[in-house]
C-alpha cells in the first residue's frame, strides 16, 4: 500500500490550497486516515482526520485548523483531501497523509502508513 501526496505550494495569508492523498494497492482498508504536519524541530501534529468508513464521514480537527481546514474523501478514488483556507503563516510545514487501523481518530500514534510530505509555505 502507497500513499501519495501532492498539491503542496506556495502561498500568502489569506489564501486557500488543497492538498490530495492518493492510495495504491491492492488492499487497503484503514479505520481513519489522516493529515499531518511538521515544521524543523517540531514534533509531527495531527491535523485533521476523516474515518474510512463509507457508511461514516466523522471528523476530527485540531483547534488551531477548525473553520478554515476541511477533510474529506472519496473513496471510490481512494483519495483524501485537505482543503486549506484562510492560510496563515503559521500553518507553513511539510504536510504527510497517514492512515490507521485504528478506529479513533485523534489516536496520532496509532497511524502506520505514511507518504511523502508535501511542503506548504505561506508567506505574509
Known amino acids: 500500500v502507497q500513499l501519495q501526496a501532492s498539491g503542496g505550494g506556495l502561498a500568502q495569508a489569506g489564501d486557500s490550497l488543497r492538498l490530495s492523498c492518493a492510495t495504491f494497492g491492492d488492499t487497503f482498508s484503514p479505520s481513519v486516515m489522516g493529515w499531518f504536519r511538521q515544521t524543523p524541530g517540531k514534533a509531527r501534529e495531527l491535523v485533521a482526520a476523516?474515518?474510512?468508513?463509507?457508511?461514516?464521514?466523522?471528523?476530527f480537527y485540531v483547534n488551531s485548523v477548525k473553520e478554515r481546514f476541511t477533510i474529506s474523501k472519496d473513496m471510490s478514488k481512494n483519495t483524501m483531501y485537505l482543503q486549506m483556507s484562510s492560510l496563515k503563516p503559521d500553518d507553513t510545514a511539510v504536510y504527510y497523509c497517514?492512515?490507521?487501523?485504528?478506529?479513533?481518530?485523534?489516536?496520532?500514534?496509532?497511524?502506520?502508513?505514511w507518504g511523502q510530505g508535501t511542503q506548504v509555505t505561506v508567506s505574509s
Open positions: 476523516i474515518s474510512w468508513s463509507p457508511h461514516s464521514d466523522s471528523t
Open positions: 497517514a492512515a490507521s487501523p485504528f478506529p479513533t481518530l485523534s489516536y496520532a500514534q496509532g497511524y502506520n502508513r
